[in-house]
């Protein structure tokens, strides 16, 4: 991800926020921290060969500079959903979908949202995964089938609503 495309990203507005946030907070708190944490070790003349503690913090400044990147890459090609945009009629990125699981019975209500966005343990679910995938384009009443490891499970859209306000 770290190449920059032309590509639009799209994200909630709740989505580039946090985004703009962790960029923030990676820029001008963890870089600043790392660079000190670096900065230590040099005054105090552990710059050895067999230095496991700064081995450590030279990956933590390689992978916090990738971040960096990334976010830079995603915010730059970022196209913030307006509730225009989003749609409660079929799901689209941004609808939020209760279904329900027509065997287990089981309803949840998810929000579909692009890949960067995606945090399917609060219910954001990726339109890139199986469920966003199959729920793309349904509407009310729809019934999709989603490849899960356990097997084929099937979902009844019983309501949309925007999810973006």
Excluded: C
């Amino acid at each position: 991800m770290s190449e920059i495309t032309n590509d639009v990203i799209w994200l909630t507005p709740e989505g580039y926020e946090r985004l703009t946030a962790e960029l923030e907070e990676l820029t001008t708190v963890r870089r600043p921290e790392i660079a000190a944490r670096l900065r230590d070790s040099k005054d105090h003349g552990e710059f050895s060969d067999d230095n496991s503690e700064l081995d450590e913090v030279k990956f933590e400044q390689a992978m916090v500079e990738g971040r960096i990147v990334d976010l830079k890459s995603v915010l730059l090609n970022a196209q913030v959903l307006t509730p225009a945009e989003v749609s409660n009629r079929e799901v689209t990125i941004g609808t939020i979908a209760e279904i329900v699981n027509t065997k287990a019975k089981k309803v949840r209500k998810v929000k579909l949202v692009s890949s960067v966005e995606a945090d399917p343990t609060n219910e954001m679910i990726s339109v890139e995964s199986p469920l966003g995938e199959a729920l793309y384009g349904s509407k009310k009443g729809d019934k999709v089938t989603v490849d899960a490891p356990a097997g084929k499970i099937v979902y009844e859209v019983k309501a949309l609503s925007k999810g973006v306000k």
